[in-house]
């Protein structure tokens, strides 16, 4: 049985990545400088430049329903299943639009992954391990959607003028970030963004601090697969990250950059580290 495991390219996998797991995608846009682009086909500091010049952020292109049935359409046809695994619906109106679309197919199986970024990636790893076992659309579906809720996905922004513009913070708790240099973790519960702690300093111990207490409050981790994922990051917030995740004793851990869509709404300087939470 030939089962095709798709995202959005909101799950910032590696184009190797894609290839290494079999996994299809299906690109957002973003639209700046007066046109729409694809994700991919524009990198973050061109996104960052825009927004320095103009003051504006970048604006988000969800892909719709039309979009979707075109999608599915071609890989129903391809494949025996689909299971498609989409950014939280908490954020996004296209996962909407996914789940409708997907009620013209009897094969087409669509997934809230309540997360986003390579939280979403990790759960389209467990898919393909799913189907390489030969599970049908219908059961991997239902497995992936009984474990979404065990995606540890976090991150550490270094700004928080992109959260504000996108309407995500108050003008108050942009102020008082400014001054007192605060750098806040975001934490993704029952699929939407929440502030859970906060740090101060230099951005780069900032991530030490975050990767030490990421591998202690989510301390249950399954240790096959970690994702290091960043908007843009010095060479030491990488190193701080792997150290953690060394600590920790992940068999593998990948490093991807963030695409636009997360980009937009993050901002420079942003890194997450993510794993499943439901290790023995």
């Known amino acids: 049985m030939r089962i095709a495991v798709s995202v959005e390219t909101t799950a910032d996998f590696t184009p190797e990545l894609l290839q290494k797991y079999d996994v299809k995608e299906i690109p957002f846009g973003v639209i700046f400088d007066g046109e729409l682009h694809k994700d991919g086909e524009f990198t973050n500091e061109e996104l960052f430049a825009y927004t320095d010049r103009t003051g504006e952020l970048p604006k988000t292109n969800a ?14 046809r391809e494949y025996d299943g689909v299971v498609h695994i989409a950014l939280s619906g908490g954020i ?6 996914a789940f409708i679309a997907a009620k013209s197919f009897p094969n087409v199986y669509v997934v809230d992954s309540h997360s986003l ?26 497995k992936v959607n009984d474990r979404r809720e065990a995606v ?23 102020l008082g970030a400014n001054l007192l240099k605060i750098r806040p973790r975001i934490v993704l519960k029952d699929g939407k963004m929440s502030m859970d702690k906060k740090y101060r300093g230099n951005f780069d111990s900032v991530i030490e601090k975050y990767g030490n207490d990421v591998i202690l409050d989510f301390n249950t981790p399954d240790k096959k697969i970690a994702f290091i994922t960043y908007t843009t990051a010095t060479e030491k917030m990488l190193e701080n990250a792997r150290a953690a995740c060394r ?18 709404h993050c901002g420079a300087h942003t890194l997450g580290i993510l794993y499943f939470n439901d290790g023995k």
């Open 63 to 76: 892909v719709n329903q039309e979009e979707y049935t075109e999608y599915f359409a071609q890989l129903s």
């Open 152 to 174: 540890q996905a976090s991150f550490v922004i270094e700004r928080l003028d992109y959260l504000y513009k996108g309407g995500r913070c108050s003008s108050l708790q942009l």
């Open 247 to 264: 600590a920790a004793g992940f068999e593998t851990v990948y490093e991807t950059t963030a695409g636009g869509t997360i980009a937009s």
């Open 117 to 142: 970024s390579t939280g979403i990636a990790l759960l389209a790893i467990y898919a393909r391990e799913l189907a390489d076992q030969g599970l049908t659309a219908e059961e991997i579906a239902k």
């Open 92 to 97: 996004t109106s296209a996962t909407q639009n």
